[in-house]
């Protein structure tokens, strides 16, 4: 059974940065596609950014361009996502996904056959 964990959450003033760390149990995810979403109280869930299992395709949501970067150390985590410029508008449950498929990477939500994690939170303050 794998396990995804998410870290690094907090509370941060805006214009301030936070880098979220996604890390496995159970299994290797090398050979997976792993996204980040986040879902704030009362929204639906939205994609943020995904990586490709290479690590060499990125595709990212028009609000984290230019802000927000995803990347991945298969040696020892599968995902990380650097928010730097954190405005009020990005309080969320920030979760990271890991899918065998690569529907992440086109921006929309990943397989059934994918792995959750329970979220980190992210509070920003005006």
């Known amino acids: 059974q794998v396990q995804v964990v998410e870290s690094g959450g907090g509370l941060v003033q805006a214009g301030g940065s936070l880098r979220l760390s996604c890390a496995a149990s159970?299994?290797?995810?090398?050979?997976?596609?792993m996204g980040w979403f986040r879902q704030a109280p009362g929204k639906e869930r939205e994609f943020v950014a995904a990586i490709s299992r290479s690590g060499g395709g990125t595709h990212y949501a028009d609000f984290a361009k230019g802000r927000f970067t995803i990347s991945r150390d298969n040696a020892k985590n599968p995902a990380y996502l650097q928010m730097n410029s954190l405005k009020p508008e990005d309080p969320a449950v920030y979760l990271c996904a890991a899918d065998p498929f690569s529907d992440m990477l086109y921006g929309i939500r990943p397989s059934n056959s994918a792995y959750w994690g329970q979220g980190t939170q992210v509070t920003v303050s005006s």
């Open positions: 159970g299994r290797t995810l090398m050979s997976y596609d």
